[in-house]
């Protein structure tokens, strides 16, 4: 038994218009029940985040936004702030999603900032970081993501770290139906357990959730759930169909 409640999240990324949303949540609403322990988060697109939370009752399910700018206002046509987004009620901002990173030029640095941002408006970080194919087969995984980490945590005030989301997610296995194995996830969040205690202390690092994420579907979510240092899930696909989504959310352990 894990003493972390562990958190699945549903990264929608550029999917589902308002009333898609909408929809999605009244379903699955009704077929999930508020468990104490687990945590259930739902990431729609910006468009859709106030109507998301009118939609959600009770305290089934947390909203998150996918992404936000680092300042609170100013001249950046185009970008959501944090102040905005917690107005609307989000508790959880994923930040350094490798589509960020690679698609749209987010540097170690900007991961950096967004990160103390979200924490300084009043939510958690999701921090999401992971090696790319070749770094994977050049073994390089442990140096990039501890490079990634230490990185994005640099400066942080270590009174929030405990709250910290941070999820590990191979880039290679994103989008691509290669999951790692449930031993490949394992190595890894032990490690990122063991660089935290190293960057604040051994009581934080056994706080902080370390979710996987990549090619997550029902029929693999138990074994990687069965993890130790597995608290959770950070799913794309899987995450936009309700049946789909409300298995993930209802893993079960071996001989549940
Ligand atoms: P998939 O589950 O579609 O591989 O996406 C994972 C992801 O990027 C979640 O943030």
Same mark, same amino acid.
């Given at each position: 038994m894990k003493n972390r409640r562990s958190l699945v999240a549903a990264n929608w990324k550029m999917h589902k218009t308002v009333g898609e949303t909408v929809s999605f949540l009244e379903a699955l609403q009704d077929r999930i029940e508020a468990y104490e322990d687990r945590e259930v988060v739902v990431a729609p697109p910006f468009t859709a985040l106030a109507a998301a939370r009118q939609a959600m009752?009770?305290?089934k399910i947390n909203l998150s936004a996918q992404n936000c700018h680092w300042?609170?206002? @100013?001249?950046?046509?185009g970008e959501v702030s944090p102040a905005m987004l917690k107005d609307l009620g989000c508790d959880y901002v994923i930040v350094g999603h490798s589509e960020r990173r690679h698609?749209? @030029?987010?540097t170690d640095e900007i991961v950096q900032k967004k990160t103390a941002s979200v924490f300084a408006h009043g939510m958690v970080p999701i921090l999401c970081v992971g090696e790319v194919l070749d770094e994977r087969e050049a073994g390089r995984t442990f140096p990039v993501v501890n490079h990634q980490v230490e990185r994005a945590l640099d400066g942080l005030n270590c009174r929030l770290v405990p709250a910290l989301v941070l999820a590990y997610e191979p880039v290679w296995a994103i989008g691509t139906g290669k999951t790692a194995t449930p031993d490949q996830a394992q190595e890894v969040h032990s490690f990122l357990r063991e660089k935290l205690s190293a960057l604040f202390d051994k009581t934080i690092a056994n706080k902080i959730r370390i979710l996987y994420g990549g090619s997550v579907k029902p029929d693999n979510v138990d074994a990687l759930m069965a993890?130790? $240092?597995? $608290?959770g899930l950070l799913v794309?696909?899987?995450?936009?169909e309700v049946d789909s989504f409300q298995r993930i959310v209802q893993y079960r352990f071996p001989g549940e």
């Open positions: 009752e009770g305290n300042e609170e206002k @100013g001249a950046f046509t698609l749209f @030029g987010e993890q130790p $240092d597995v $608290d794309g696909g899987a995450g936009l």
